[in-house]
């Protein structure tokens, strides 16, 4: 049996394969296609798979027309520049609990390293570009990551703290950025207020880190923070310091806790506090009645439910994938975020992308397909213009995130795009004025 086209390159990085084993891959690789248009003909299968083979041999080297190199001309903040603060995750380092969990050196680059496309054009695996697989045990790598952000106009990063009834995770980057007054570069907090579940691997909704939900240990949070807010490179909203919380809904007494932060701020020499809760599109809750100061957008959640599922378009390789993808050029294009718009005292967030493959392999992905860096640029330029004609109290603009690799959604620099979503978020800014 001659060998279709589909193999011809594939076969050739792999000569020692022979005749019939080459059919046994051809005739495997073919039977898992799955479409969900009512018939695909034969030749059509054979294309989209030529076309899927092409892009998962051509991924580590392929450059998008986008490509941006680095810029020679960083960003120069001026009075006024709205203020884009990225959340910043700091699993990109080993650690004795992972280690337990999932084996001797296992980081969230393990997740990124084995993903996938589960699609024809599906963009995966995503490979990172000048910081490479980093790790964040290296103060030089923090110090390199603020340099970026600081070129192209990043304000400060919000970084998740992960605090358990007293336990701590992934402290060691923040701890090390913190101790090292010699990096000038603005920081708040986000307590990532949830249980961890082997959900982060794709493998089960099992909890093996559990978040108390006592109104005691969600009081001693505040003091386990209290030296972190007394820094000068603390963000401040009008001399207050800026808090989030990632899941407000399960704050308990809600009012009663934040006002025992508040107190104990003032007490201990911190001053005041601006606390602001992360809001979904599924919450209902009002949280300013609850005592929060603000709520903030948290992408993609805020904007779930408000475009519609394309897997019907999408050519599936992976016949077991379960998840939903949606179009992220529908998104923009018809602005489907400005829903959010009229709600009140609501700081507005943008996603350059959004893929958590990598985390979940085929099972409860949620992909956002089809980003681009000028894209991106349009959703954050339109944020900008209504954040400067909100009625807020400061002209703060969440990123979701400065390097979520494992959900996809990062501004660092990678194989395809280089620096372009870093540029455009500098375009956006620059624009503005």
């Known amino acids: ?85 990225a959340y910043y995750l700091s699993q990109m380092h ?14 969230e680059w393990n997740n990124v390293s084995r ?21 964040l045990r290296l103060k030089e790598n923090l110090i390199r990551q603020m340099e970026l952000a600081q070129m192209y106009g990043i304000y400060a990063f919000n970084w998740y703290y992960y605090w358990f009834d007293g336990k701590r995770l992934l402290e060691r980057p923040l701890d090390i950025y913190f101790n090292s007054t010699d990096i000038d570069f603005p920081f708040c907090l986000c307590w990532a207020n949830e249980s961890w579940t082997k959900a982060f691997f794709g493998s089960s909704r099992e909890v093996i880190m559990k978040q108390s939900k006592t109104v005691e240990s969600y009081r001693q949070f505040i003091v386990d923070i209290a030296k972190y807010l007394k820094d000068k490179r603390y963000v401040e909203v009008n001399g207050k310091k800026l808090l989030t919380v990632y899941k407000p809904q399960d704050v308990p007494d809600c009012k009663k806790v934040l006002q025992y932060w508040r107190e104990y701020c003032r007490k201990h020499d911190i001053g005041e506090l601006y606390i602001v809760g992360c809001w979904t599109s599924d919450q209902s809750d009002d949280f300013v009645a609850k005592g929060f100061d603000a709520i903030s957008e948290f992408q993609p959640g805020a904007i779930l439910g408000y475009s519609n599922n394309i897997n019907k378009n999408l050519a599936f390789v992976n016949k077991e994938f379960s998840g939903a993808v949606y179009n992220y050029k529908e998104i923009v294009e018809n602005k489907v975020y400005r829903k959010n718009f009229s709600k009140n005292k609501m700081y507005h967030s943008v996603m350059p992308m959004w893929d958590n493959t990598a ?10 397909h089809g980003s681009t860096p000028a894209l991106y640029q349009t959703w ?4 900008i213009d209504f954040t400067n004609k909100a009625d807020l109290e400061d002209n ?7 390097n979520e690799w494992g959900e996809g959604a990062y501004l660092e620099p990678d194989k395809r795009f280089g620096y372009a979503y870093l540029e455009a978020t500098k375009s956006a800014l620059e624009e503005y004025r």
């Open 1 to 85: 049996m001659p060998v279709p086209n589909i193999l011809k390159e594939l076969f050739w990085r792999f000569p020692f394969l022979s005749e019939s084993e080459k059919e046994k891959v051809y005739y495997s690789i073919k039977g898992t296609l799955r479409s969900e248009k009512v018939f695909v003909s034969q030749s059509d299968r054979i294309g989209i798979l030529e076309k899927y083979v092409q892009q998962v041999l051509s991924n580590p080297t392929f450059k998008d027309n986008g490509f941006k190199n680095i810029i020679d001309t960083p960003y120069k903040r001026q009075a006024g520049d709205p203020k884009i603060i």
């Open 115 to 135: 993903a996938v496309p589960q699609f024809v054009g599906h963009y995966q695996p995503r490979l990172p570009g000048e910081l490479g697989f980093y790790d």
């Open 380 to 383: 954050l330029e339109d944020v």
């Open 94 to 107: 080993p650690i004795p609990e992972n280690d337990a969990w999932w084996g001797k050196g296992v980081t």
């Open 359 to 368: 985390r979940r392999n085929n099972r409860g992905n949620l992909i956002y």
């Open 396 to 402: 703060l603009i969440f990123i979701n995130a400065w």
